[in-house]
């Protein structure tokens, strides 16, 4: 009987494979969290050398933290039934904690230190620990039980850098932090139990896909938020026309390069996989770094549009050209996911923002901008005309394909 009610938590065939308004909903608190990562990095941007690689290292902490906690908020929604009314409690109370999260963020490693870590905690040990619990006598407990005692064992490093010495904050949480990811690809393994890792979880992979594609454009969203606010402040003037325009390019190409075929594709891909869990592990790297490149680039068009003749020194090359860059890197990393192969622009693209570099270090930032939007332009345009004339091409994603369907019955 407890089995049977902890099956009818788990998702089925029939249940709708779109995303559902309460994720819609959950995604909002990352739009705002987003933002406060592009802000503290745009704070970092007055420093140089160590100073600023040290402030870019401490957001990125940061920013993998918010990444954590979405990323297998999704893979619960993926793998369990989203109308009931536990796993809409989990997405509440996870959205709720992402907001604290968000709000202390800018000082996550300062004074608000112990909130951000306890609002993670929360997430990390709470949820996992209700999930289980209405799984009630069901084998796939187990999986959730996991999550939690992981979570436990690296609840002291978090606590303990919140409220030791500043100094030893960030060794703490980054080593934390490692042991949290390290669990996530390894299946948060355990004496006598094994693993589960997420390669073998039965999940929804169209759903899987769906919340990939929106959380990308939750990235160019903010992005989009960044450009209208600064330009719509002491910005706006005749001399930031060139950069708004600029900015507001690159973010629109950012969404081509993305969709184009292989953004269209991952539906599809998930779908056909045998086992959609390797192919949804792999998308949760990519995801990671294209949604990186999309922040940082978005800084880059804060200080440019505030600032347009200001000379493109290292830091501002570092988010203007260093944002496409990534992007463009985990481009052809999902290219190869989705087709098996990587073009040729995937690698020219980045190739021509390296050798611009020197040029672009001695002209204002309003000229790397617009050059870094003629590169993707560029690498629009080359997709284009690859594919005409051509019939369309379907996945072929070479991973997810061989295997066992599950690695047993908790997967």
Known sequence: MAEQRGTALLRTRATSGRATFLELFFDLVFVFALTRVSQRLFTDLPATGWALAAGVGRTLLLFLVLWLIWTITVWVTSRYEPERTIIQAVVVGTMFASLVMGVTLPRALEERALPFALAYLAVMLGRPLVVATALHGHPRRLVPLRLATWAAATAPLWLAGALGPDDLRLPLWALALTVDYTGLFTGWPLPRLGSAPTASWRIAGEHLAERYQQIFLIALGESILVIGVTYSGESFSGDAVGPFVAAFVTTALLWRIYFYRAGHLLVEALRLARVPGR?????TVTHLVLVLGVLTVAVGYEVVIAE??????????????????LFLAARARF?????????LPRVLGPGVLILLVPLLAHGPGVLSLSLVAAVLAAVALADALRSRGRPAEMSASPIGRKGPESSGPEA
């Open 335 to 343: 290219e190869y996911e989705i087709f098996g192969r990587i073009s």
């Open 308 to 325: 347009p003749f200001h000379r493109s020194d290292a830091g501002l090359l570092l988010f203007v050209v260093g944002g496409p860059l």
């Open 279 to 283: 192919l949804g592990t792999s998308a």
